[in-house]
């Protein structure tokens, strides 16, 4: 008799695989993270670092720029293990799978540059531009009057919210 543990069984090959996004509990991104990547389900977790100090040193941390959210690539076959971790609040399905992926993409592109970049919690009415120059040449944001004409806002529509990101408003031309 083998006592060994039998792996879990394979993923149907006619399964598609989809954007989903995990709302996490609390200070729970990077647990969820780790527990997916056991299960070889493919995660994205924005995050920027942010600089303190304390006692005279300097301490980097890396937090997600999102916070309550992870973003999961896995096929609908495993909706039920993902809920099975206790860092997940809902799991919710992302119908716009294409262009959910784009907005990502160019969250992360501009995360890459490591140019500053925050969030901005909330998304508003504004102008649509394009950055000519740079790093960010060739992507298109949100100009909002709140912010600012030189913050450009890279939108994640789907969760409501969007990175911040400062270009000097001669980078810029409207679409």
Same mark, same amino acid.
């Given at each position: 008799?083998? +006592?060994?543990?039998?792996?879990?069984?394979?993923?149907?090959?006619?399964? *598609?695989?989809?954007?989903?996004?995990?709302? *996490?509990?609390?200070?729970?991104?990077?647990?969820?993270?780790?527990?997916?990547?056991?299960?070889?389900?493919?995660?994205?977790? &924005?995050?920027?670092?942010?600089?303190?100090?304390?006692?005279?040193?300097?301490?980097?941390?890396?937090?997600?720029? #999102?916070?309550?959210?992870?973003?999961?690539?896995?096929? *609908?076959?495993?909706?039920?293990?993902i809920y099975q971790s206790d860092h997940v609040a809902n799991l919710l399905d992302v119908h716009d799978?294409?262009? #959910?992926?784009?907005?990502?993409?160019?969250?992360?592109?501009?995360?890459?540059?490591?140019?500053? !970049?925050?969030?901005?919690?909330? !998304?508003?009415?504004? +102008?649509?531009?394009?950055?000519?120059?740079?790093?960010?040449?060739?992507?298109?944001?949100?100009?909002?009057?709140?912010?600012?004409?030189?913050?450009?806002?890279?939108?994640?529509? #789907? !969760?409501?919210?969007?990175?911040?990101?400062?270009?000097?408003?001669?980078?810029?031309? &409207? *679409?």
């Amino acid at each position: 008799m083998n +006592s060994e543990m039998q792996p879990e069984a394979p993923v149907p090959v006619s399964s *598609t695989v989809v954007w989903m996004v995990a709302h *996490t509990r609390p200070r729970c991104e990077k647990k969820l993270v780790e527990y997916c990547g056991r299960l070889g389900i493919e995660t994205t977790l &924005p995050c920027y670092q942010s600089v303190r100090r304390y006692r005279g040193k300097k301490v980097t941390f890396e937090k997600p720029l #999102f916070p309550g959210y992870v973003f999961l690539q896995a096929v *609908t076959e495993q909706r039920a293990s993902i809920y099975q971790s206790d860092h997940v609040a809902n799991l919710l399905d992302v119908h716009d799978q294409e262009r #959910f992926a784009e907005q990502l993409e160019d969250i992360l592109r501009a995360l890459e540059t490591g140019l500053e !970049i925050v969030l901005a919690p909330e !998304i508003g009415k504004g +102008s649509r531009v394009k950055i000519k120059y740079g790093p960010l040449a060739g992507m298109e944001g949100w100009v909002e009057e709140r912010y600012g004409p030189e913050t450009v806002l890279l939108r994640l529509d #789907f !969760i409501g919210q969007a990175a911040a990101v400062k270009v000097p408003a001669t980078e810029l031309e &409207p *679409t």
